[in-house]
């Protein structure tokens, strides 16, 4: 099982992007879904999660600002990041329950926010 996020890149404060975490492999079953961050010298947090439901979790600091969606056909889930500001540049990491017991973690995806 793997996940690979796309979707990062460089953007003005204010601006907007779109992450994108799909998961691949012998998959049967996924379970929550996440995204986390990464800041330097900062340890990892989380950002959004979301269940197989729809029930979404999000931390006070992209409230608001942030939406997780998933597509659970696709095995898929989407970060919206929106009103962006310097300090939400970090390095995004996409999570997922997957298959019972097993979690997992893509690679991570480089967001920043600078004029």
């Known amino acids: 099982v793997h996940l690979v996020e796309s979707g990062g890149g460089l953007v003005q404060p204010g601006g907007s992007l779109r992450l994108s975490c799909a998961a691949s492999?012998?998959?049967?079953?996924?379970?929550?879904m996440g995204w986390y961050r990464q800041a330097p010298g900062m340890e990892r947090g989380l950002v959004a999660t979301?269940?197989?439901?729809?029930?979404?979790n999000y931390a006070d600091s992209v409230k608001g600002r942030f939406t997780i969606s998933r597509d659970n056909i696709k095995n898929t889930v989407y970060l919206q990041l929106n009103s962006l500001k310097p300090e939400d540049t970090a390095v995004y990491y996409c999570?997922?329950?997957?298959?019972?017991?097993?979690?997992?973690w893509g690679q991570g995806t480089q967001v920043t926010v600078s004029s």
């Open positions: 999570n997922a329950n997957i298959n019972f017991r097993g979690n997992y």
């Open positions: 492999g012998s998959i049967f079953r996924v379970d929550d």
């Open positions: 979301i269940t197989s439901g729809g029930r979404t």
